[in-house]
């Protein structure tokens, strides 16, 4: 039982039809996800599943219920009703319920769905990986490639009725260089509008030369530094940075450093969030997405609200109500930093630089850090949006715009907004690259980062301590 | 059609499209979960869901598919396409892909449960939340949250070598939090613990955790945090509490002896393991005060089930005995690849998604002390609890961790209040400091741990006393 799109009005009748004057959504999806993982350079983990999930939201005289199901036949719908029904009946009153999204707001863009990546087999997955494999040249490799078709309609009782379709794609890799007993790991991540983009050789070469380029790593010496970060890395900051600062209950609860208007970050940093290009096209309130700036040219000119939060605040929703959204509130998932060129694509380049946008910044270092990719952060306080963490898959010593040498894993303990801060940004690379977020689903992040040169980044331990 | 049935129609359908070894899991899960902030309710949800995952071996190839459907046709059809996938991976494959042998085994079990979560009005769950967060407000919080999670997992377990077992869990767990926001920084107090606390129990479990009784305590240290002095920096010797030991074993050592991380089955993403197999039995990770168990028939514990989702009964080992360690989390694959005899560790979160190696319920037995006497030993140091912020590298060596409060220790005391406390340092090292252990042991519950791509979250449990380490580096900033 598939339909997406007859389906959620279906569900709002039956609901009217049980509680009268209920204010109703209903939201059903499916979605194909496929993911084909490899670890010791052979697929060990290949999954696939087809779901369709159906999301209920009752309001009725004052009190909001939830329900959600996986649907197969109309008995799950049935029981769905039923348990949301006796559920609103007891639950306790929200007197901050938001309403439902007007019937005539926007209706969502229509996407433009890439068939071959929606069409994706376990083979096309398994020749993107044997590519990967190969083009790491004899290194271990370890990383998935991963393909995404989702479908789904949404009605609410006041008449509103939207559907949407959306692919999404994205490889992220690892090759590992064994040297004198300990292994060097080099990361490539790439998330193009289309499978048929995702050249497996091109990225295993690339994370092949990272890896060979770590051999022999040594520690430094804790300390602030300079530091280049490759796209990956800038991914964490940006992610956090929204999760934290623009995120409208953050706002709204006064957690967030964010005032809207004032200048706060450095002028070379413009940052919008754009969820045109992949992912759902509305959000679990019927809002369509859209592009929202963050930030233009530093000063902070948005926040990501949905029904409730906005409420709050006094403004319209952005669009950005999702599931689990009680724990982290309206986030940005899409985030787009604009690059400081026109160039769509940079080059490979020899060395451990991902590409040519990268190493044109390196070429601006006197002494600093290349980073490839930040693992493991977590907020220490949300106010400055300070987060410890650490390097992986990749860093260097530059010396005078050349990487002079390998360097084991930082610990670095830093404020996000003291590194983006006016005159903390030295450079943006020329290039944005999209970067898969961790999980995956259509709601799964896809960032679009340019590299950044930071005049500071506290590293505060090495590897042994 | 029973569900049993329709489990061994996806087995079969496998078996019919070349698979030698299959296997399914049928699973209904009804979960329920609850917000409250600041006096309101805002977020009631209810999932109910079903469906059926099914593994399967082609040659050297593993498939594995999904279906929320588990009717007989959409079972056949899930086997097949779980075949289709494993011929697919033996694209970039080798041989050697098996598992070790196992006993089929045809069982039943559930956990005890004397109230049903499920059964509890959502009016009076919803009057504890709103009454906890009220009380919050009252005494000290800006922003007060309180919320409950229940989940009811029933599931069939079906294979190819005659494996047929079902299971109803039943776990639930809630929890408070009190932020203070200041001028220039927020501080937040929890109760029981930063995510909750958690069990393999019915609501009888809630209820005893007095999260009402506890409310005002929680918003009033909250507000207190903002303008306690902060953490010094430097290295001292660390009190930890029980909750935050639960993590640093659950990060530093839980993680560390997944066998999976170990082969380097995860370095991609979660990572790998400091710890080299051909060390097994000797390495010495700690001191020996530390003994580690995996123990998954603890009763009540969140990590805790009759048989992990291969089919292999629960069964309790040592993974560090008097500081050596000598066991591991292992799934019957990755044992097979690693020459061991022993699985038992593997669960899958959910019906769409793969089974693999998880922690069950990992923990250090209770030591000869108490925590009286531990302060009371204790001339300079600190006491931290509470877990705020964790971060431990891919290796699962250089850790470190923030707590919601500290405590100074002066001659054997507790004294002031601290703010944003913070330690770290490198896991062996650290364990290897341990040198007093207390016996008020609690099974804490982690609801959250996040491993495997697509994601998937575990439940585990992590038995943990209060604990003093010698020489740690704390106090570590920003700035």
Not at chain 2, 34 to 47: I, L, T
Not at chain 2, 315 to 326: F, I, K, L
Request: with cysteine; proline share 5%; hydrophobic share 40%.
């Amino acid at each position: 039982m598939n339909d997406q799109r007859q389906l959620p009005e279906e569900v709002v009748q039956r609901v009217r039809d049980v509680l009268p004057g209920a204010e109703v959504t209903v939201q059903v999806d499916r979605d194909r996800l496929s993911l084909t993982r490899f670890a010791t350079s052979v697929i060990h983990q290949n999954v696939a599943e087809d779901t369709t999930t159906a999301r209920l939201v009752v309001h009725h005289d004052g009190r909001t219920a939830t329900g959600t199901t996986t649907v197969a036949t109309q008995d799950d719908v049935a029981g769905l009703v039923e348990r949301v029904r006796d559920a609103v009946g007891h639950a306790p009153l929200d007197p901050s319920w938001p309403g439902l999204t007007s019937a005539d707001a926007d209706r969502p863009r229509s996407a433009e769905v890439d068939l071959a990546t929606a069409g994706a087999t376990p083979r096309d997955r398994a020749e993107v990986v044997r590519g990967f494999v190969e083009g790491a040249d004899g290194l271990e490799t370890a990383g998935y490639v991963r393909t995404v078709h989702w479908t789904g309609g949404f009605a609410s009782s006041n008449g509103r009725v939207v559907v949407g379709e959306a692919t999404e794609c994205g490889l992220s890799g690892i090759a590992r260089h064994e040297a004198d007993g300990t292994r060097w790991d080099g990361l490539a991540r790439l998330a193009p509008l289309s499978i048929a983009e995702l050249d497996g050789e091109v990225l295993g070469a690339r994370a092949a030369a990272k890896a060979r380029a770590m051999a022999g790593a040594e520690e430094l010496p804790a300390g602030a530094y300079e530091v280049v970060l490759e796209p990956g890395a800038v991914l964490d900051l940006l992610g956090n940075l929204a999760a934290h600062g623009y995120g409208g209950r953050a706002v709204e609860e006064g957690r967030s450093f964010v005032r809207l208007g004032d200048q706060q970050l450095d002028p070379a940093l413009t940052l919008l969030d754009d969820p045109l290009e992949v992912g759902r096209t509305y959000d679990d309130e019927g809002t369509p997405a859209r592009r929202l700036p963050l930030v233009e040219e530093g000063r902070s000119v948005g926040i990501a609200t949905d029904r409730r939060t906005a409420a709050a605040l006094g403004v319209e929703s952005t669009g950005h109500s999702a599931h689990g959204g009680f724990s982290w509130g309206p986030t940005p998932l899409h985030l787009a930093l604009q690059p400081s060129g026109d160039d769509e694509v940079a080059e490979e380049v020899d060395g451990p630089a991902a590409d040519s946008s990268v190493a044109s910044l390196v070429a601006g270092v006197e002494r600093g850090i290349l980073v490839t990719d930040f693992w493991y952060t977590r907020m220490l306080d949300p106010r400055s949006v300070s987060f410890t963490g650490l390097t992986r898959n990749g860093t260097w010593l530059v010396e005078d715009g050349v990487v002079t040498r390998p360097v084991s894993n930082f610990r670095f303990t830093q404020s996000y907004v003291d590194a983006l801060a006016a005159g903390q940004v030295r450079g943006v690379g020329r290039t944005a690259t999209p970067v898969p977020g961790d999980t995956y689903s259509a709601t799964s992040p896809r960032f679009s980062c340019p590299a950044l040169h930071l005049g500071s980044w506290n590293f505060t331990g090495g590897a042994s301590g | 059609m029973s569900d049993f049935e329709a489990a061994e129609a996806a087995v079969q359908a496998a078996l019919d499209a070349g698979a030698s070894y299959a296997d399914a899991r049928l699973m209904h899960r009804r979960t329920e979960q609850m917000g409250a902030r600041d006096g309101d309710v805002e977020d009631v949800s209810q999932r109910s869901d079903a469906g059926l995952g099914v593994r399967a071996l082609v040659g050297s190839g593993w498939g594995f598919f999904a279906v929320p459907d588990v009717e007989f046709g959409a079972a056949r059809r899930a086997g097949h396409r779980a075949a289709e996938i494993a011929e697919a991976s033996a694209l970039v494959s080798r041989d050697g892909a098996g598992m070790i042998p196992s006993e089929p085994v045809v069982g039943s079990w559930a956990n005890e449960c004397e109230v049903d979560p499920l059964t509890v009005p959502l009016s009076v769950k919803g009057d504890l939340l709103t009454e906890a967060t009220r009380l919050m407000r009252e005494h000290g919080a800006d922003v007060a949250t309180a919320t409950y999670d229940v989940w009811d997992t029933r599931k069939w377990f079906v294979s190819s070598e005659g494996a047929r077992i079902d299971q109803h869990v039943r776990e639930c767990g809630a929890g408070i939090q009190a932020t203070a926001i200041g001028e220039h920084e927020t501080q937040r107090r929890s109760y029981p613990a930063s995510r909750g606390q958690f069990a393999t129990r019915g609501w009888e479990f809630v209820e005893a955790l007095d999260l009402l009784g506890n409310a005002p305590r929680v918003g009033a240290e909250a507000r207190e945090l903002l303008t306690a002095p902060e953490c010094p920096s430097g290295r001292t010797d660390l009190v930890l509490g029980s909750e935050q030991l639960a993590l640093q074993i659950h990060e530093s050592v839980g993680h560390a002896i997944e066998l999976d991380r170990i082969l380097g089955w995860e370095a991609a993403y979660a990572g790998t393991s400091w710890l080299d197999l051909s060390r097994l039995g000797s390495l010495q990770y700690g001191s020996e005060l530390m003994n580690i168990t995996i123990d998954p028939t603890i009763p009540g514990a969140l990590g805790s089930f009759g048989y992990d989702d291969e089919g292999t009964p629960a069964v309790a080992r040592d993974a560090v005995r008097e500081g050596v360690w000598v066991g591991v989390l292992a799934g019957r694959d990755s044992a097979a690849a690693a020459g061991l005899d022993y699985a038992g560790s593997v669960r899958a979160d959910g019906w769409s998604r793969l089974p693999m190696v998880r922690m069950t319920n990992v923990g250090l037995e209770p030591g000869p002390h108490s925590f009286e006497e531990i302060i009371a030993s204790t001339d300079d140091g600190i006491y931290m609890e509470s877990n705020r912020s964790w971060s431990i590298d891919d290796k699962r060596l250089n850790f470190q961790f923030g707590t919601e409060v500290g405590y100074e220790i002066k001659g054997g005391r507790l004294g002031r209040l601290l703010r944003n406390p913070t330690y770290t340092g490198i896991g062996p090292q650290f364990w290897a400091s341990l040198d007093m252990l207390s016996h008020e042991s609690v099974a804490w519950g982690t609801p959250n741990c996040g491993k495997g791509q697509p994601g998937q979250t575990g439940h585990t449990g992590h038995p943990a006393a209060p604990a003093r380490f010698r020489d740690v580096r704390v106090g570590v900033r920003a700035r």
